[in-house]
Nanobody, 122 residues
Framework: QLVESGGGLVQPGGSLRLSCTSS????????IGWFHQAPGKGREGVSC???????HYLDSVKDRFIVSRDNDKNTVYLQMNSLKPEDAGHYYC??????????????????WGPGTQVTVSS
């Protein structure tokens, strides 16, 4: 239902923009979270955007990543700037239906995409 794209290889300090697109209408009613999984580690929420466009960020990405959404295109974006080697890994998006603000915890999210790989290396 959700599909991520935009991953790839980038040098430290570079930028990437990830996209999360839904194949079904109604994405605008859901919170969308972005999650990072480094090799050998668990999945960690890095950013989320609520159905009313309120955003949250993990402290380590707060001044570098920007999450946005275009409900007309059923797509949520994650602009990643000043990338660091520790940002490398698999990035997933997922949807959450809640009356509360979006959360960075993976629990409560459903409809996970297959993910996209980000490699940060010189």
């Amino acid at each position: 239902q959700l599909v991520e794209s935009g991953g790839g290889l980038v040098q430290p300090g570079g930028s990437l923009r990830l996209s999360c697109t839904s194949s079904t209408p109604g994405m605008g009613y859901h919170h969308i979270g972005w999650f990072h999984q480094a090799p050998g580690k668990g999945r960690e929420g890095v950013s989320c955007i609520g159905s009313r466009f309120k955003t949250h960020y993990l402290d380590s990405v707060k001044d570098r990543f920007i999450v946005s959404r275009d409900n007309d295109k059923n797509t949520v974006y994650l602009q990643m700037n000043s990338l660091k080697p520790e940002d490398a890994g698999h990035y997933y998006c997922a949807a959450q239906l809640s009356f509360r603000d979006c959360e960075l915890s993976p629990s409560g999210y459903k409809s996970w995409g297959p993910g996209t790989q980000v490699t940060v290396s010189s």
